[in-house]
């Protein structure tokens, strides 16, 4: 089978080794999390934060069939060795959501009006707007699950600070994708996917602000501080991911991906931040 060669800087095997690599993280990781703990949380804040989770816990359980499926058309395997990876990362978001529910005696959901909207929108799309879903979602979330970690709910907070340790580096992920998708697309294309991304955006924020309210100010967010910290996070990533700044930025994840085959292996800087948060999270 022909294969589309890409430039040596946008392969997408750092992606796939940071991926792969991130599997013994989160062992490491989630035992961490303080499950045992009993909930001291207001029966009013537990049921706030129950129903947010709920969507949440919808949300990220998706096995990204159709985004794979339009992915494949690139031909690129590594590509999609990394998108099976990275939707793998998001099913373990879901399933960390799931236990924190189940913890609170909560039930999970079968179908939510936000979370049809999102996949009818991605379906109807290519992978570029998939992409820039998913950077909205991920950059919108971003202030929530900071609040979810300085829930004074030990659980909460320890889930939030592992969720998040992901998405910073999903978030670069999209960034690249959409760098590549986007990398002989005239200016004035690029300005008009700008454009609408931030309508959708803007969109996205005001949504979360209204829908997980009540979860934000169980901890401690005000839902119009949410809304312009949320889209601060998405304005910061537009210019790259839409390649409208002369910034260029470095390819991968955060981590040089050498750090994993070391012969005397360090600690991934991130796995060292992620331990010392959720090390907080338990006191
Ligand atoms: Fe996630
Ligand atoms: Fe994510």
Redesign the pocket.
């Known amino acids: 089978m022909q294969q589309h060669r890409r430039p040596q800087t946008y392969t997408f095997d750092v992606w796939a080794t940071y991926f792969e690599a991130n599997l013994e993280r989160h062992e490491r990781l989630d035992v961490l999390i303080p499950w045992d703990r009993i909930s001291l949380l207001p029966g009013a804040d537990v049921i706030a934060l129950a129903r947010s989770l709920q969507k949440f816990e919808l949300g990220?359980s998706g096995e990204g069939a159709g985004l794979r499926s339009k992915a494949r058309k690139r031909h690129d395997p590594v590509y999609d060795d990394a998108l099976v990876r990275?939707i793998a990362?998001?099913q373990k978001?879901s399933a960390l959501f799931a236990a924190a529910l189940a913890r609170f005696g909560a039930e999970r959901l079968t179908s939510d009006w936000t979370d049809r909207v999102f996949v009818v929108l991605r379906r109807l799309m290519g992978l570029r707007t998939e992409v820039t879903l998913?950077l909205i979602?991920?950059t919108v979330?971003m202030e929530y699950f900071e609040a979810l970690g300085r829930s004074s709910d030990p659980v909460i907070r320890g889930v939030a600070r592992r969720?998040l340790t992901?998405?910073v580096e999903?978030?670069r992920?999209q960034i690249d994708q959409l760098r590549v998708g986007f990398e002989h697309t005239p200016r004035a294309g690029r300005l008009f996917a700008a454009a609408a991304a931030w309508m959708v955006a803007v969109g996205a924020a005001t949504v979360v602000a209204v829908d997980h309210g009540a979860a934000m100010r169980a901890c401690g967010l005000r839902p119009l501080t949410f809304w312009h910290r949320a889209l601060r996070h998405f304005g910061r990533a537009v210019p790259l991911a839409f390649r409208l700044s002369r910034e260029t930025p470095t390819f991968g994840p955060s981590a040089p991906p050498s750090v994993f085959f070391s012969p005397a292996p360090k600690e991934h800087a991130v796995t060292t931040a992620a331990a010392g948060m959720l090390e907080q999270a338990r006191g």
């Open positions: 990220e990275f990362e998001e978001h998913f979602a991920e979330a969720v992901d998405e999903h978030i992920f």
